[in-house]
């Protein structure tokens, strides 16, 4: 009995608490003009991917990092296999050529910025993608 109950509780938790479950929550909520407080602060970001080259888990923390450096952006997440960042920030808050620029600062190729040949060779050997 335990062993079901804890399986059904595994399962509605991962259905209740799902993100894209929450994004359409948000868009339902947002159309029926009833967001609640918490929630419109979640609706209210906006979100914008981008390629950006890398190789590893060090690529990733300095993609990461420059990304969130830029004021106004609350999440960003580099995936190594898409070489994709997906960056949230307010809506019209951020200039996403900032956010390009940052990521080219610290030796990273974004798809609207190259960084520098000088930024580039200091990376550490494994990251390299050149």
């Given at each position: 009995m335990?062993?079901?109950?804890?399986?059904?509780?595994?399962?509605?938790?991962?259905?209740l608490f799902n993100p894209l479950q929450m994004n359409a929550q948000c868009e339902?909520?947002?159309?029926?003009?009833?967001?609640?407080?918490?929630?419109?602060?979640?609706?209210?970001?906006?979100?914008?991917?981008?390629?950006?080259?890398?190789?590893?888990?060090m690529c990733e923390t300095r993609i990461e990092k420059a990304a969130k450096s830029v004021d106004g952006v609350k999440k960003a997440k580099w995936d190594k296999s898409s070489?994709?960042?997906?960056?949230?920030?307010?809506?019209?808050?951020?200039?996403?050529?900032?956010?390009?620029?940052?990521?080219?600062?610290a030796g990273h190729d974004?798809?609207?910025k190259k960084a520098s040949d000088n930024t580039y060779a200091s990376l550490p050997g494994c990251c390299k993608y050149r």
């Open positions: 335990k062993t079901i109950v804890f399986s059904l509780s595994l399962f509605l938790g991962f259905f339902k909520e947002s159309k029926d003009k009833s967001v609640k407080v918490a929630e419109a602060k979640d609706c209210d970001l906006e979100k914008k991917s981008f390629a950006v080259q890398g190789n590893c888990g070489d994709k960042l997906t960056v949230y920030y307010p809506k019209g808050k951020v200039n996403m050529m900032d956010v390009h620029k940052a990521i080219a600062n974004t798809s609207e």
